[in-house]
């Protein structure tokens, strides 16, 4: 029997024991109530509310606008949904980056005002303190290395990180600080799945890869990617599990062709 089944409720704790147990960790995003209660009942580890809500709920270009409150609506609606997985709530932009201080004040505010089992937040090195501090309030801590898409402006693009031995070894060096600093897991996104094995092998705590290649301890996709919803983002990494957005656009168009021709409603769909 998988380590998932024996228990009720997913924890920081669970994932520890899935790792040591060899058991791959499933984690997806979700942003609202009726996706999460889905995703929860069909089994899966990990909710992330990530701060991919800015792009693919609110639209913006990066991740960089959506605000700490709005991350609060979106992680207050999943947690409604969710009877058993662990729910993470991605710090958002501008909410942790100056100091450690205003980074817990933030996440108690997100741990307070949601409900939500632990926070994620980007950077290695530099988000130490941050890390420690929030740790030290009791609040579990995902780390996030590799391309981290609030700092797009930065790299420039999204392409893959640390294909150069000089930032592979920032990067190797990040993730054993973040283990230190109490982090209970690491996102890798976007870097050669050899690095990802290396630093997986070289960690006790979970990796959780998005483009990082099947050595990771778990993986992680937006829903709306591997939903097919998003049709235009089309990396190497993503697999599409449905095609979503075909199946919502012919089933729209068939309501407006049946409102138009008065087919919808019929005799027995009325009182
Ligand atoms: O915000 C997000 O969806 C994420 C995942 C890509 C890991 O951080």
Known sequence: MSVQKEIKKVTTHTLQVMKSAGEKISMITAYDFSFAKIFDAAGIDIILVGDSASNVMAGHETTLPITLDQMIYHAQSVVRGVNRCLVVVDMPFGYYQSNSEIALASAIKIMKETGGHSVKLEGGEEALDSVKKIVSA????????????????KFGTYTVRAKEIDEAAKLKKDALLLQEA????????????????????????????????????GQVLVMHDMLGINVEFK????RKYLNLYEQIDGAVKQYISDVKSSDFPNENEQY
């Open 138 to 153: 009791g609040i579990p801590v995902m780390g996030h290395l590799g391309l981290t898409p609030q700092s797009i402006y």
């Open 235 to 238: 990396p190497r990494f993503l």
């Open 182 to 217: 109490g982090a209970f897991a690491i996102v890798l996104e976007k870097i050669p799945a050899a690095l990802a094995k290396e630093v997986s092998e070289s960690l006790h705590i979970p990796t959780i890869g998005i483009g990082a290649g099947g050595s990771c301890d």
